[in-house]
């Protein structure tokens, strides 16, 4: 096993000055006493730190200091019931490595005024020394490599060689350099199906997965939103929680949004995580942001994206219980945005939208999931099943048009309910895809091989006057002329088949708009 390290200097100094404030203020503890102020039960708080949770007084230094003292001596933190803890202005990070109960305390945020609006407020992470590992060449879907690291090992592997996921659109960019994340056993398995094949690797990153797992239970967090001025481009804003520890779940947090005027810009996710595996956020509630316009890439206007939950390169990301009010508020971003994940799981969550922007692969399901306007959104490869849910999208499923609307293999609907657009009118399509075949992602592009329906009720009663029934798809290219040149073609659905299929209108449901995609997908059961 590597051997954990101690906290950061940083974190440590914050102690030390923080102990000293406290023997040169009035009526302090000793730093000898305060290291010994753990109660009986072995359990840090932050009041033994100088925390006075009376929501006015920056409590944010003194529980840096708790969670450094309980990261060195291995010991879970437990904030006071009725407190209010003020998490001030300065860029500070408490790191958290060991249990975390907040149960019913309450946080405010003051985002209207911070030091450094980039500097998370808590990083979860591991005491682990990273491994270092000799990876130079992978191919897709391998499922074993000669390595045999000391311990289980969250891995990355980047080849600089390639670029993927060239967007298109008014965020248009020149994409992000070749990368898969995915276990590494300590017998050499993979978990994680690799989606690339890599000639040449130019970086690999492993960390090691922290065998006992890591709990944080509760807190009700409040942010008063920021009002940083309007400029060109996107400025995230952190001010979160920011998660690069496996085997860490989050549960029965709470978080809302106040204070938000005409201007402001966006946040990444108030529960980030990166760079990990095996995380699950279980019964948390979670806020839209309000929705905020910039100058993007291609120099027009666009609406800047701000997310509630955010999960970057992660191994095995579940989210159990997890809702939002509101999921029908268009003023609201959709709360939840992922990126290079493997193994996606949403079971009994009720928010305004799911998306993986640049791919998830493995599996991605939802069950018993209620998805508000923004709907469920998906990029990718794999099997993407979507069961017991209501969609309140403008479509049942999305494929990102400024990703290439890809999805690599199947998708499978069962006993769920579609409200297209929150019950706006409109014509429905149950999965919408763009691709003219014109534009070079990076890699091919592929409608679903084959789309299974097994149990879907459409609500479409508020349809268009002229409305002959919904179809299944859109059509993929109708933007440009039928005789432009396709440099990059666009593969289309081969099979779908249909059972327990029904309306509210009582019409049948359509192939699509596009005559040459009607004639080429063989649809089984339509009728």
Avoid at 240 to 267: C, F
Wanted: glycine share 8%; hydrophobic share 35%.
């Amino acid at each position: 096993m590597p051997t954990p390290r101690p906290p950061s200097g940083t974190a440590l100094q914050l102690l030390y000055a923080v102990l000293i404030l406290l023997v040169s203020a009035a009526g302090p503890a000793s730093a000898e006493d305060t290291a010994k102020a753990v109660p009986a039960d072995g359990v840090v708080r932050y009041e033994a730190f100088g925390a006075v949770g009376d929501g006015v007084v920056d409590d944010l230094p003194a529980i840096v200091a708790a969670h450094a003292f309980a990261n060195t001596h291995g010991l879970p933190v437990k904030s006071q019931p009725d407190a209010t803890y003020h998490l001030g202005r300065r860029a500070l990070t408490a790191i958290i490595a060991t249990d975390t109960d907040w149960g019913s305390s309450r946080f405010t945020i003051d985002d209207t005024d911070v030091e450094n609006h980039r500097e998370p407020l808590f990083a979860v992470r591991s005491l682990l020394e990273p491994v270092k590992l000799d990876i130079t060449r992978l191919v897709r879907d391998q499922g074993r490599l000669d390595v045999r690291p000391p311990t289980d090992c969250w891995v990355r592997v980047e080849s600089e060689a390639r670029r993927r996921y060239i967007r298109k659109g008014l965020n248009q960019n020149n994409g992000t350099p070749q990368r898969d994340c995915f276990i590494l056993r300590r017998d050499g398995r993979i978990e994680g199906a690799i989606d690339w094949d890599y000639e040449t690797i130019t970086k690999v990153e492993a960390h090691p997965i922290d065998e006992r797992p890591l709990t944080i239970t509760g807190g009700v967090f409040t942010t008063l939103a920021n009002r940083m001025k309007q400029e060109v481009g996107y400025n995230y804003w952190a001010r979160n929680i920011v998660i690069t520890r496996s085997n860490t779940t989050v549960e029965g947090l709470t978080h809302h949004v106040t204070g938000e005027t005409e201007v402001g810009h966006p946040y990444r996710g108030f529960l980030a995580s990166s760079n990990c595996a095996n995380i699950t956020l279980r019964d948390c509630f979670v806020t839209g942001h309000k929705t905020y316009k910039t100058i993007g890439s291609a120099g027009a206007p666009v609406s800047m994206g701000t997310y509630d939950v955010h999960a970057n390169d992660v191994v095995n990301f579940t989210m159990i219980g997890v809702r939002m009010d509101n999921i029908c508020d268009t003023t609201r971003w959709g709360v939840i945005a992922t990126n290079f994940c493997k193994n996606i799981l949403l079971e009994n969550c009720t928010v305004s939208r799911m998306d993986t922007h640049q791919g998830v692969s493995g599996t991605y399901t939802l069950r018993g999931c209620t998805l508000g306007h923004a709907g469920l959104n998906a990029i990718g490869r794999g099997t993407l099943t979507v069961e017991n849910c209501t969609i309140r999208g403008r479509s049942f499923i999305n494929l990102r048009t400024d990703y290439g609307s890809t999805w690599e293999g199947t998708v499978v609907i069962r006993d769920s309910t579609w409200l297209p657009a929150c019950g706006e009118k409109l014509q429905p399509h149950l999965i919408s895809v763009s691709n003219d075949g014109r534009h070079d992602f990076g890699y091919p592009c592929f409608m679903p091989q084959t789309v299974v329906i097994d149990g879907l009720a459409i609500d479409d009663s508020n349809h268009p006057d002229d409305y002959a029934g919904p179809f299944l798809f859109t059509d993929p290219d109708s933007t440009v002329p039928a005789t432009a040149a396709r440099p990059f073609p666009y593969r289309m659905t081969e099979h779908v088949t249909i059972s327990r299929l029904t309306t509210t209108s009582g019409l049948k449901v359509r192939t699509s708009p596009d005559a040459e995609l009607t004639a080429r997908v063989h649809v089984v059961g339509a009728d």
